[in-house]
Nanobody, 119 residues
Framework: QVQLVESGGGLVQAGDSLRLSCAASGRSLTMYVLGWLRQQAPGKERELVA????????YYADSVKGRFTISRDYRKNTVDLQLNALKPEDTAIYYC????????????WGQGTRVTVSS
């Protein structure tokens, strides 16, 4: 089982930047994909924002390409998400998540960190 703890959310203005961090522990993450997902409203499906696999191959949702950057530190077992040029529609609870490579679903989740972007 992988334990994930996020930090770094907050209230910012449109155009500002934030950096979210996720510390992973519990087992070796060599075979895991680490991702950031967000839920913009209660009851709305969580959206995959960015992900990075063990070969450092990265995925970004179209809505964040060019603005968000995911990075993984294999030594520290962390995965960060740099959020630049934030927009009000980026307001959401952001979750760090992990899944074994090849699995369709994320199976380990952090508690979430709230990002609020005011216009």
């Amino acid at each position: 089982q992988v334990q994930l703890v996020e930090s770094g959310g907050g209230l910012v203005q449109a155009g500002d930047s934030l950096r979210l961090s996720c510390a992973a522990s519990g087992r070796s993450l060599t075979m895991y994909v680490l991702g950031w997902l967000r839920q913009q409203a209660p009851g709305k499906e969580r959206e995959l924002v960015a992900a990075v696999d063990s070969s450092n191959s990265k995925y970004y949702a179209d809505s964040v390409k060019g603005r968000f950057t995911i990075s993984r530190d294999y030594r520290k077992n962390t995965v960060d998400l740099q959020l630049n040029a934030l927009k009000p529609e980026d307001t959401a609870i952001y979750y760090c998540a992990a899944k074994l490579r090849g699995n369709a679903e994320y199976t380990s989740w952090g508690q979430g960190t709230r990002v609020t972007v005011s216009s």
